[in-house]
C-alpha cells in the first residue's frame, strides 16, 4: 500500500476527531482498543490524505466507518470507499443505530471480516 506523508493540518484534524468522537464511534472504540476484540490491532481516525478512516485493522486491510443518517448512499461515501479500495482496502459500513444498540452483532461481523478476508462487504 503506497504511503503519502500526512499533511501537519489533516494530521492535527484527525487528533482532534479522536478527542471527539460521535457516541456511536465511542461506544466501538471501547470494544476494539487494546486488541480487546478477540485480540485484533485497531487504530482510530486512521489518515488516508485526503480521507480520515474512523477505523483501521492493517492486518485485514479493513476500514471501518461508523455512518449516521447523513450519508445514506451519498456519492462523497460512494467515493471514499473507492479510495479506499484503490489501497487495497476493504471498506465496513455500520449505521450509528447498529453500533448502539446491536453492538454484539457489529462485533461479530468485525471479527468475521477480519478473520476472512474474501468476504466483501455489503454496502
Given at each position: 500500500m503506497p504511503h503519502r506523508p500526512t499533511p501537519p493540518r489533516?494530521?492535527?484534524?484527525?487528533?482532534?476527531?479522536?478527542?471527539?468522537?460521535?457516541e456511536a464511534e465511542a461506544r466501538?472504540?471501547?470494544?476494539?482498543?487494546?486488541?480487546?476484540?478477540?485480540?485484533?490491532?485497531?487504530?482510530?481516525?486512521?489518515?488516508?490524505?485526503?480521507?480520515?478512516?474512523?477505523?483501521?485493522?492493517?492486518?485485514?486491510?479493513?476500514?471501518?466507518?461508523?455512518d449516521g443518517s447523513q450519508h445514506g448512499g451519498s456519492i462523497?461515501?460512494?467515493?471514499?470507499?473507492?479510495?479506499?479500495n484503490g489501497l487495497g482496502l476493504r471498506v465496513l459500513r455500520f449505521w450509528n443505530d447498529e453500533v448502539l444498540q446491536e453492538m454484539s452483532p457489529v462485533c461479530d461481523t468485525i471479527i468475521a471480516y477480519v478473520r476472512d478476508q474474501t468476504l466483501q462487504p455489503w454496502r
Amino acid at each position: 500500500m503506497p504511503h503519502r506523508p500526512t499533511p501537519p493540518r489533516k494530521k492535527a484534524f484527525a487528533r482532534a476527531l479522536r478527542h471527539e468522537p460521535t457516541e456511536a464511534e465511542a461506544r466501538l472504540w471501547e470494544e476494539l482498543r487494546d486488541r480487546r476484540l478477540d485480540g485484533i490491532k485497531f487504530r482510530r481516525q486512521v489518515s488516508f490524505d485526503p480521507y480520515i478512516a474512523d477505523f483501521f485493522c492493517a492486518q485485514a486491510k479493513l476500514v471501518i466507518e461508523v455512518d449516521g443518517s447523513q450519508h445514506g448512499g451519498s456519492i462523497s461515501d460512494r467515493s471514499r470507499t473507492a479510495f479506499f479500495n484503490g489501497l487495497g482496502l476493504r471498506v465496513l459500513r455500520f449505521w450509528n443505530d447498529e453500533v448502539l444498540q446491536e453492538m454484539s452483532p457489529v462485533c461479530d461481523t468485525i471479527i468475521a471480516y477480519v478473520r476472512d478476508q474474501t468476504l466483501q462487504p455489503w454496502r
